[in-house]
């Protein structure tokens, strides 16, 4: 038998643990041990309309593929005020656990080390095959040595056009091959009444983007070649800009869409061409899935007479804040490779209309067969054979919100673009020499 002492040091050990059972129970419930049921992750993206559905129609073809994960989509009014409210997540420590952003966005993050390095997972995973992406898109994520993104999808700026009203004003699709054509022949696509145009010939969408696409491929650079100039106040940048506010505001043959919530204005621009209001416009490739090629056909965007185009194409990337937890970053990284593989970036280019990421994407067979019957899911792909990269601000965005400044003068205030771009580039310096110092 156990005499006094046995039983107390039995009663003690039994006490021991019945408090590390209830100790156990409550670093459970707090997440300090592993959780039962799979890992819940939210993805923020600023993407709307059939966009935004095709995205929410991934997550649950993902959510059913496996048992381990769980997304939720957060939809966002767009890019920047993902970055936005983003920024304000992270401060609060209360971010997403995946983020859609730009890549000057990322890398700007990136610098203040506010997001997590993916290197680990991607060495991990024997499958991903990192090799595979489009190498342009893939290095964007590549910050001092590491990788801080994936790339979702590839996007650019082209030109789309209504078949039927070129053919009726007896203009030549031809005219599209360079925007001196293009803009000779707006008069012929353009129908006025009273002084009042109820038909324009063209639509550039607002904003920086398309002026910069323009005086890039006029020969026009934002930095010198050692990066220490400001170059925007320039002839190529001051007659492309000039070009689009003379066209909106003298001849009255352009249009800008501007203000409203979220993407407003891109899809009242979209509906002018779609309800017979414009001749074209330029958008993204990605609004290939809006719209109707009964009606409507792509055009690379065009150059000028006395240089080839070059406008932006670029990638919209993934990324992980670094305040989510370990186990939610692994569940991120899966969902990121789920999305990226090369079957579902084919489905996800031929719903969108955007660039695939992986090389291995045009080889699938399905979207083989569909770019027979679909030939504007190619025009993305030819222009971003000779695009130009996409411009990472050195200042952390104060040339490029110098730049967006700039347009809303030109195209919304009807100021001349030399006025506009010598104010610009003056704040650009400015901000430049700040962080050269």
């Not at 910069?212 to 930095?223: E, H």
Request: aromatic share 10%; net charge neutral.
């Amino acid at each position: 038998m156990f005499n006094f002492k046995s039983k107390k040091v039995i009663a003690i050990f039994l006490a021991s643990m019945s408090l590390v059972s209830v100790l156990s129970g409550c670093a459970g419930s707090s997440g300090t041990t592993k959780k039962n049921g799979p890992v819940q992750i939210e993805f923020w993206y600023g993407l709307g309309g059939k966009l935004g559905q095709n995205v929410q129609t991934a997550i649950k073809k993902f959510n059913a593929s496996q048992k381990d994960v769980v997304v939720k989509g957060i939809a966002q009014g767009s890019y920047d005020e993902t970055y936005t409210a983003l920024q304000a997540a992270i401060s609060a420590k209360k971010a997403p656990d995946v983020v859609l952003l730009q890549p000057d966005q990322m890398t700007a993050l990136a610098n203040k080390n506010v997001l997590a390095p993916l290197d680990k997972y991607i060495s991990d995973d024997k499958s991903f095959n990192s090799s595979d992406f489009i190498s342009a898109f893939y290095n964007e994520g590549k910050i001092k040595g590491k990788q801080y993104s994936i790339p979702m999808y590839g996007t650019t700026q082209v030109m789309y056009y209504r078949k039927d009203m070129f053919q009726k004003a007896g203009v030549s699709e031809d005219v599209l091959n360079n925007w001196e054509d293009l803009t000779e022949a707006l008069p012929k696509l353009t129908q006025k009444s009273g002084g009042n145009t109820s038909v324009y010939g063209w639509e550039p969408m607002y904003g920086a983007d398309n002026l910069v696409d323009m005086a890039l491929s006029k020969g026009g650079q934002i930095l010198s070649k050692d990066g220490k100039k400001v170059t925007i106040d320039t002839k190529e940048w001051v007659d492309t800009w000039d070009m689009v506010r003379k066209g909106i505001f003298q001849d009255k043959n352009m249009r800008i869409h501007s203000g409203g919530q979220g993407w407003q204005y891109w899809y009242d621009t979209i509906d002018d061409v779609m309800k017979d209001r414009a001749a074209g416009y330029i958008g993204s490739s990605g609004d290939q899935g809006d719209l109707d090629f009964n009606k409507i056909a792509a055009h690379v965007q065009p150059g000028f007479k006395d240089h080839k185009a070059a406008p932006v194409a670029l990638a919209q990337v993934m990324c992980v804040p670094a305040v989510t937890s370990g186990d939610k970053q692994e569940a991120a990284f899966k969902w990121m490779e789920f999305f990226t593989n090369s079957k579902n970036t084919a489905d996800w280019s031929m719903k969108t209309g955007y660039i695939a990421v992986r090389k291995s994407a045009r080889d699938d067979s399905t979207f083989k067969e569909f770019a027979k019957t679909h030939p504007q899911i190619n025009v993305p792909l030819k222009q971003a054979e000779t695009a130009s990269a996409p411009f990472i601000d050195p200042t952390g965005g104060k040339i490029t919100d110098a730049l967006k400044k700039a347009a809303d003068k030109v195209e919304i205030e009807n100021v001349p673009a030399d006025t506009a771009l010598k104010a610009a580039e003056t704040e650009a310096q400015q901000a430049l020499d700040d962080v050269s110092k």
